[in-house]
C-alpha cells in the first residue's frame, strides 16, 4: 500500500515537473504560443472582411468558431513534441522518467495553452462577430471545456506520432481531421444549441459524447504512447 | 550491501533489413567496468542506448538485477545515468533550473546543497544561472556528467565520455570513473584507449559484423 501510494505522489510530481518544464520552455521561448495567436487574430480578421458586415446565419457562425479552433490548434499543437525531437531533447526526457509521465505532463501542458488560445478566439469571437449571441451559456462553456479536453488529448498523441515523420506540417491536420471528425461534428451542433437557447436538457447527447469521446482517446492514446515515445 | 547485475543475453539489433550486431551476451556486477569499442557505425552508442533501455531490441533481453531480484524495465531508469555528445540540454534553462527539474522529475532526494556540489565538481558553479544556449560544447557536456549523477546511479553508461572536454574535464571525468567503480557499475562506449583504463572487460563490436556492415 505504500509503495503504491508512494508510486503514485512521484508519478504525479514527475508529471507536474514535465507541465511545468513546457510552461516554462513555452513562456520564454513562445515556441507554439505566438503561433496560436497569430492565427487566430489573423483568421478572425479575414472572416470580418468576407463578411463585410453582412449578417451570416448562426448555423454558419457556429461552424467557422470551431473552423478557427481547428486550425489554430493544428498551427500550434504539435510543437509540444515537434519540440522535442527538433532540439533533440527526446533521449534526455527519455532517460528521465517513464512514458507516461510525459504524455500526461504533455496534455496537461496542451490543455492548458489550448484554453487559453480558444478563449481569446470565443472572446474576440462574441466581441467581433455582431449576431453570435449565446443564449444558453451552461451548454456554451460545458460543450467549449469538454471539446477543448477532447482536442487537447487526440491531438497529444498525434503530435507524438508525427513527430517521428518527415513532413510534419502537412501531416498533422491530415491525420488530425479523421480522428477528430467526431469530436468537431458533437461541439458544433452543442455551440449550435447554446446558440438557439435551448435548454440544457437537449445537449446531455452531445454532453456523453464529448465525454465519451475524451475517456476514450486518453485511455487509447494511454495505451499507444509507451510504442511511439521509444524507437 | 546492495549488489547490482547487468545482464543481456542474445542481443540483437536491427535497423530495417541491417543488422548491427547479434548473438551479443554481456554481463556485469558491481564494481565492474565494462568496454564498448569498434570502428564507426558498429553501433557502439546503439548498444549503450540499448543498456540504458531507450531502445528497444530486435532480439534477446536485457536485464538489471538487484541483490539477485530482477528490476522491472520501467523502473531501470531510476538506476542509470548517462552521458553522451547526442544528448541534449534544454538551452533556454540555466545548469541549476535543469538539476532542479531532473530532481523532480526523477524523484530524487538531493537536497540544494548537493546540487551546488554536484554543480561544483563538474566546473559550472560559477555559470549555474546563465542559459545553457550560451554555454560552450564542453560546458553542456559537464553538465550533462551533473545531470547525469543527480541521483546517484548504480549503473553510469558514458557514451563518448571525453568529448569536447578539456584537460581539467577529462582528468574530472577519469576521477569521476574511479568513484563511480567504487560504487557501481561502468559502462564506457568510446574508441580512446584513455578512456577505458579502468574497464576489466570488453566488448569489440568489430567481431560481431563484417565490413559490408553484416552480422557474422
Redesign the interface.
Known sequence: MKSGSSFAV?WL??T???FS?DI??EL??RYALNALVMFVITTLSIILFALGGEAASSELMCGVLWIIIFFSTMSGMSRSFVSEEE???V??L?????PS?VFFGKLFFNFVLLSGTNLLSIVLYLVLITNFVVRTPAIFIVVMLLGTMGLASACTIIAAIIAKANTKGTLYPVLSFPILLPLLLTVINGTLLSVEGAPFTEALEEVQILVSYFVVITAVSYLLFDYVW?? | MTTFVLDGRGLKKQFNRRTIFHDLDLRLASHEALAIVGRNGSGKSTLS?II?G???LSGGEVTLARNGERIRE?AQ?EH?G?V?P????????SAWEHLV??R????ATASDEELAALLLRVGLLGRKDHEVRVYSSGMKQRLKYACALLHRPHLLILDEPMSNLDHEGVEMVLALMQEQLATGMLVVSTNEERDTQFCGKTIDLNVFSDREGRAR
Open positions: 512521484r510530481q514527475a507536474s515537473a514535465i518544464k516554462k520552455s520564454r521561448t532540439r533533440g531533447t533521449l534526455t527519455q532517460l528521465m522518467t517513464r509521465t521509444k524507437d | 542506448k540504458a531507450v531502445l528497444s520501467e531508469l542509470v548517462f553522451a547526442y544528448l541534449q540540454m534544454y538551452g533556454e534553462f527539474l531532473f523532480k522529475i526523477r524523484g
